[in-house]
Structures are given as structure tokens and as C-alpha cells.
């Protein structure tokens, strides 16, 4: 499948010019990005469908659906506490605070990302420009839907009878979670967090999981957005695109006009890619920094500017 999974072949490879890019990116005016796991790889967090595998012998998208947490809350909140831990250890990258520096200095400028981890909230993207479309993994809600949130929860563990998915283990040695031969810890139910205001309801992750529709006011202002005006250039950063309706926004993109360009590891994902595109191969967090430099200056190696443009 393509990036944006219709089935299109190109004759003509997409661009890859570095110096044609920055022209384009300094001279668009109505730009927009659609992040996925990928940019949050250089900060140690693992894709779903890459390196990181199985946890425990489970898929990580068998894991993260509603009817999974149905079946057995107590594993997908191992999941979970284990991905929180490691989102609040991580820090952001040079790719979060490229695309956070582009948001401040480009009016026009949207930014939707599928990631959970907070790590862009954390770069300081001005949160106005920024669209969680898979929610936050820092925020629990209510899984009897009372409608109860409690948002940017930084507990971890987030109660201790999940003390042991937020434990460190020097890089040398495996969590004991982590090794399906290890039994894993019995966490009863009534030990999760629940829900303070119905109090008959479990808390569950803010994100938004498979089979689960994205926030419809969230929607409606990404549309809105989408058919204000043409759209100068799409960014695409670090995903399959292979989850729906995220994956989608490329394809509206370019119906309003959009020259895309894809920033991936994986030649895979500039299938789809015509001429007048652009494919930068590689590692969001080394690339964005140099395509954004005319508008956002230079980089140092911590994401601070150190050279105004
Ligand atoms: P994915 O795991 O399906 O794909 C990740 C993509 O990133 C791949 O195309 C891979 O080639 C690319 N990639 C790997 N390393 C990269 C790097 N250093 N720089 C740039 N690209 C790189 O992830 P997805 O498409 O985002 O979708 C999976 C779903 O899983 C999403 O819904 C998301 O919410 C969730 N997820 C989130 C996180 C997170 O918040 N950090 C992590 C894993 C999964
Ligand atoms: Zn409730």
C-alpha cells in the first residue's frame, strides 16, 4: 500500500533536493503535517509495526481495542502503564522541536499528529496548532463513557498495583514484564484505577484505540481547516499510514493542491510519490531540523536555535 493506500504508480521518482524543499517550505503559506510513531523513534519510543514487535507475545494493535480492555483490563493496563513510562522518560527530539518552531514562526501551519506520548506538547508546539488525533496516553478516562476526564496525569506508576510495568532495569537486563517466559504479575480489578465520579467504572488510557472513531469536534476543525483554502505543502512524517482516517488527510491535501513530501526510513512509504514530491529517507529528528532551517534557523544537538534564519 502506499502512503496515502491508493493504489497509484509513478513513472518519475519523487525529489529529493534538500535546497528545493527549503525554497518551497519558506515561500508556502497553508501548510500542514501528519506525524506517526516514527518521529517519536529517535527519542527511544519503539513504532507498532517496526523493530519493537510483540509485547509479551501479544500484538500491540491486538492490545490496544476496546475489546481487549474488556476482556482483560488488568494486561492492556500493563500495556499501557509500561508505554507511559517509557513516554515520560523519553524527551523530545530534534524532529518535535523542528516541527514546534515551524508552528511558531508559520501562521499557517497545522500540525496532526497520531502519537500519544506527549512529547510535542513537551517540545513546546503551540498546542492551538497541534491536533492529537489519537488522544494523549497522559490523560485516563472513564471506560463506562460518564464522561469523567482527568487530563495530563504525570503519577507513574499511575497506582501502585502497576508498579511493576514503571520500573527501571539497566539496558543490559530485560523488565521482568517484558519476558513472555516470566508469568505476568496478577493485577486484580478492583486494584486499577476507577472512575472517581460514577465510581462503578474503570479508568482506561486517553488514547484513541482501533474500532474507536477520532474526536468529532477535533474532526471538524481539521476540515474546517482543510477547505479554508489551498494547501501549499503536506509534511508527512514517520508513519505506515496505514491507520484510517489519519492516513486520509494526505489524499485531501493534494486535492487542494498540496505538493507532499514524505520523511521515512522505509522506501516503502514513497510509493504513491509523483514528480513534483518530495522523499527525504532517513531519521525525522536529523532531517526536519535541516529541511526547516531557512524559516526556523539552526539547530543545535539539544533543539534550541542557536542561528536565527
Ligand atoms: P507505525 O508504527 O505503523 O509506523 C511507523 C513509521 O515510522 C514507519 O513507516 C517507519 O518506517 C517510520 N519510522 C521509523 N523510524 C523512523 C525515524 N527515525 N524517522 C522517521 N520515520 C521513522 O506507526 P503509525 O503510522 O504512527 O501508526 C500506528 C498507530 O500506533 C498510531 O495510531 C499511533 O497512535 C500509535 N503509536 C503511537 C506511538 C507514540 O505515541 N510514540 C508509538 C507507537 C504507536
Ligand atoms: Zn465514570
Not at 147 to 152: A, T
Not at 255 to 277: F, H, Q, T
Request: charged share 20%; with cysteine.
Amino acid at each position: 500500500m502506499n502512503y496515502f493506500g491508493i493504489s497509484t504508480t509513478s513513472a518519475m521518482a519523487p525529489r529529493n533536493s534538500i535546497a528545493e524543499f527549503q525554497e518551497l517550505v519558506r515561500s508556502s503559506n497553508r501548510m500542514m503535517a501528519l506525524c506517526g510513531a516514527g518521529l517519536s523513534a529517535a527519542s527511544g519510543l519503539p513504532t507498532f509495526r517496526g523493530a519493537g514487535g510483540l509485547w509479551r507475545n501479544h500484538e500491540p494493535t491486538d492490545l490496544a481495542t476496546p475489546e481487549a480492555f474488556a476482556a482483560d483490563p488488568s494486561l492492556v493496563w500493563l500495556f499501557y502503564a509500561w508505554r507511559r513510562h517509557m513516554a515520560l522518560k523519553a524527551k523530545p527530539n530534534r524532529g518535535h522541536f523542528a516541527l514546534a518552531e515551524l508552528a511558531k514562526r508559520k501562521e499557517n501551519f497545522i500540525c496532526l499528529t497520531q502519537n500519544v506520548d506527549g512529547l510535542s506538547p513537551r517540545a513546546g508546539h503551540p498546542e492551538s496548532k497541534l491536533y492529537l488525533l489519537h488522544g494523549s496516553i497522559l490523560d485516563n478516562k472513564c471506560f463506562n463513557q460518564c464522561g469523567y476526564i482527568d487530563r495530563n496525569n504525570l503519577s507513574d506508576p499511575i497506582c501502585p498495583a502497576l508498579a511493576p510495568a514503571a520500573e527501571d532495569y539497566p539496558p543490559d537486563q530485560t523488565l521482568p514484564l517484558l519476558d513472555p517466559n516470566i508469568p505476568a504479575p496478577q493485577i486484580q480489578v478492583e486494584d486499577l484505577p476507577h472512575c472517581p465520579r460514577c465510581k462503578t467504572g474503570l479508568l482506561r488510557p486517553g488514547v484513541v484505540w482501533f474500532n474507536e472513531p477520532l474526536d468529532e469536534n477535533m474532526i471538524m476543525q481539521v476540515e474546517n481547516w482543510i477547505w479554508q483554502g489551498p494547501v501549499d505543502l503536506m509534511i508527512v512524517v514517520g508513519t505506515a499510514a496505514a491507520v484510517y482516517p489519519a492516513a486520509a488527510y494526505t489524499r485531501k491535501a493534494q486535492r487542494r493542491g498540496a505538493i507532499v513530501a514524505v520523511i521515512n526510513p522505509d522506501p516503502d512509504s514513497a510509493s504513491g510519490l509523483g514528480p513534483k514530491d518530495f522523499f527525504f529517507q532517513g531519521d525525522a529528528a536529523e532531517i526536519l531540523p535541516l529541511l526547516f532551517e531557512p524559516v526556523i534557523g539552526k539547530m543545535d544537538e539539544s533543539g534550541k536555535i542557536c542561528v536565527e534564519p
